[in-house]
């Protein structure tokens, strides 16, 4: 399959929101590994090329727009109501004989504003002189803003704006508009369809937490559980692995644990590994529900600024230390919108959760000149699962949590792609 985008770009500056939806959905053809080409006006600079756009496997193609020499200026034709200039067929008919030469070997064009934007009529009427040329040719054509009303009487080559082309989906960014999508268009509802925008929150993130999430998953999961520590006993990470079992047990969510690992001298790190993923696998987890860096080559521990990042991705911190003396991740975690959970009996936890508004659990602790051993009654498993069931409904009641895993579960470009735009190719 090969698959073209087309866009006329001037120019790539990323302030222009298009330019970033076009970027999206080159990673995601890309990713999917389809052979991909981009066309812009052929006054696009080189030299704007930045990130995905830089990639060796976009195939670059460059449309005409000039005439006898002089350079195609676009007039906004958005008005229903005036003439064209008097040179607008010449010029309709140079770029379709371009375009033609671009997309003959393309099974499906994906257009961006063009059949909607009144400075794109000029580029409106060509594609529809290449479709009656190729007619096997499949298009899906964008509209990126709200649809216009069709007006009572309009003519051609105005009424291109107002008129549906063969072999061709209409796509707006949400349901409400397709309705009113439907009717600029003069077309049936059933050939419009939603594709959301989507947002690659890892394209912002630290080199190494883009690195992490090539080699396992860190968007998908409802709950992700971000716990850097030392692996040393005191930091009990068997706990962290027993409470997200709990969760995946009793409730509908999945649950990821990253553990941002390094080695300490009490124990030995394969040996406490061990330890950590039977309790979990105990409690509900499956082996591949539990991560450590350190076996992803991060044996120093995972950059502190990646951290933050990942926290950025989490939803969850738990803490359930047997001592800490302030608790710094703690706050770290809390600044990046994370569900706090902490171990009340360790006296700096309980000081500090108290004004972060935190979720206390109780846990073995250490506190000033003795130590705290819990009991559960029935029994710590059925603890573990009570809280986990007030925790979950506590976090889905919470917005910012919500609109936190919405945004990067929901609107990935993962999903995107895999939901909206890639059932629309078959």
Same mark, same amino acid.
């Given at each position: 399959?090969?698959?073209?985008?087309?866009?006329?770009?001037?120019?790539?500056?990323?302030?222009?929101?298009?330019?970033?939806?076009?970027?999206?959905?080159?990673?995601?053809?890309?990713?999917?590994?389809?052979?991909?080409?981009?066309?812009?006006?052929?006054?696009?600079?080189?030299?704007?090329?930045?990130?995905?756009?830089?990639?060796?496997?976009?195939?670059?193609?460059?449309?005409?727009?000039?005439?006898?020499?002089?350079?195609?200026?676009?007039?906004?034709?958005?008005?229903?109501?005036?003439?064209?200039?008097?040179?607008?067929?010449?010029?309709?008919?140079?770029?379709?004989?371009?375009?033609?030469?671009?997309?003959?070997?393309?099974?499906?064009?994906?257009?961006?504003?063009?059949?909607?934007?009144?400075?794109?009529?000029?580029?409106?009427? @060509? %594609? &529809?002189?290449?479709?009656?040329?190729?007619? #096997?040719?499949? $298009?899906?054509? !964008?509209?990126?803003?709200?649809?216009?009303?069709?007006?009572?009487?309009?003519?051609?080559?105005?009424?291109?704006?107002?008129?549906?082309?063969?072999?061709?989906?209409?796509?707006?960014?949400?349901?409400?508009?397709?309705?009113?999508?439907?009717?600029?268009?003069?077309?049936?509802?059933?050939?419009?369809?939603?594709?959301?925008?989507?947002?690659?929150?890892?394209?912002?993130?630290?080199?190494?937490?883009?690195?992490?999430?090539?080699?396992?998953?860190?968007?998908?999961?409802?709950?992700?559980?971000?716990?850097?520590?030392?692996?040393?006993?005191?930091?009990?990470?068997?706990?962290?692995?027993?409470?997200?079992? @709990? %969760? &995946?047990?009793?409730?509908?969510?999945?649950? #990821?644990?990253? $553990?941002?690992? !390094?080695?300490?001298?009490?124990?030995?790190?394969?040996?406490?590994?061990?330890?950590?993923?039977?309790?979990?696998?105990?409690?509900?987890?499956?082996?591949?529900?539990?991560?450590?860096?350190?076996?992803?080559?991060?044996?120093?521990?995972?950059?502190?600024?990646?951290?933050?990042?990942?926290?950025?991705?989490?939803?969850?911190?738990?803490?359930?230390?047997?001592?800490?003396?302030?608790?710094?991740?703690?706050?770290?975690?809390?600044?990046?919108?994370?569900?706090?959970?902490?171990?009340?009996?360790?006296?700096?936890?309980?000081?500090?959760?108290?004004?972060?508004?935190?979720?206390?659990?109780?846990?073995?602790?250490?506190?000033?000149?003795?130590?705290?051993?819990?009991?559960?009654?029935?029994?710590?498993?059925?603890?573990?699962?009570?809280?986990?069931?007030?925790?979950?409904?506590?976090?889905?009641?919470?917005?910012?949590?919500?609109?936190?895993?919405?945004?990067?579960?929901?609107?990935?470009?993962?999903?995107?792609?895999?939901?909206?735009?890639?059932?629309?190719?078959?």
């Amino acid at each position: 399959m090969k698959v073209a985008l087309l866009t006329m770009f001037n120019g790539l500056n990323s302030t222009y929101s298009l330019v970033n939806v076009v970027a999206e959905q080159l990673r995601m053809l890309l990713d999917a590994k389809i052979e991909t080409k981009l066309l812009v006006s052929e006054l696009c600079p080189d030299d704007q090329r930045e990130g995905i756009f830089k990639d060796p496997r976009v195939i670059w193609t460059k449309v005409i727009n000039r005439l006898d020499g002089e350079i195609i200026h676009w007039r906004d034709y958005s008005h229903p109501n005036v003439n064209v200039h008097s040179t607008f067929f010449k010029e309709t008919d140079i770029i379709a004989e371009d375009l033609q030469k671009h997309l003959q070997d393309v099974d499906i064009c994906i257009m961006h504003d063009i059949h909607y934007q009144g400075w794109h009529l000029v580029h409106n009427v @060509a %594609i &529809r002189k290449v479709q009656e040329k190729l007619p #096997k040719l499949k $298009f899906i054509a !964008f509209t990126h803003s709200a649809p216009v009303n069709r007006p009572k009487h309009v003519t051609w080559p105005l009424s291109a704006r107002y008129t549906g082309m063969p072999n061709t989906i209409y796509v707006y960014p949400t349901q409400s508009g397709i309705p009113y999508l439907a009717k600029q268009y003069n077309i049936a509802e059933g050939k419009c369809r939603v594709v959301n925008n989507s947002i690659d929150i890892l394209k912002f993130l630290h080199p190494d937490v883009q690195d992490l999430a090539s080699q396992t998953d860190l968007l998908s999961p409802d709950i992700l559980i971000i716990y850097p520590a030392r692996l040393t006993l005191g930091k009990k990470f068997e706990k962290v692995a027993a409470f997200a079992g @709990a %969760i &995946r047990a009793t409730t509908d969510q999945t649950v #990821k644990i990253i $553990f941002c690992d !390094f080695e300490s001298i009490d124990i030995s790190s394969d040996e406490y590994k061990r330890q950590i993923l039977s309790t979990g696998k105990k409690n509900g987890l499956e082996t591949d529900n539990i991560i450590f860096t350190s076996d992803f080559g991060y044996k120093n521990g995972f950059p502190r600024e990646a951290v933050m990042d990942l926290f950025t991705l989490s939803n969850l911190f738990i803490c359930p230390s047997y001592s800490e003396s302030f608790g710094l991740t703690v706050l770290e975690a809390a600044s990046r919108g994370n569900f706090v959970i902490l171990n009340e009996a360790v006296p700096a936890l309980e000081e500090l959760g108290s004004k972060l508004n935190a979720y206390f659990m109780r846990w073995d602790a250490r506190n000033f000149g003795f130590d705290t051993k819990e009991s559960y009654i029935p029994s710590e498993r059925v603890y573990l699962e009570e809280n986990a069931q007030k925790v979950i409904d506590l976090m889905r009641e919470n917005v910012v949590i919500h609109s936190k895993t919405m945004s990067r579960q929901r609107y990935s470009p993962k999903w995107i792609w895999q939901n909206h735009l890639e059932p629309l190719f078959y």
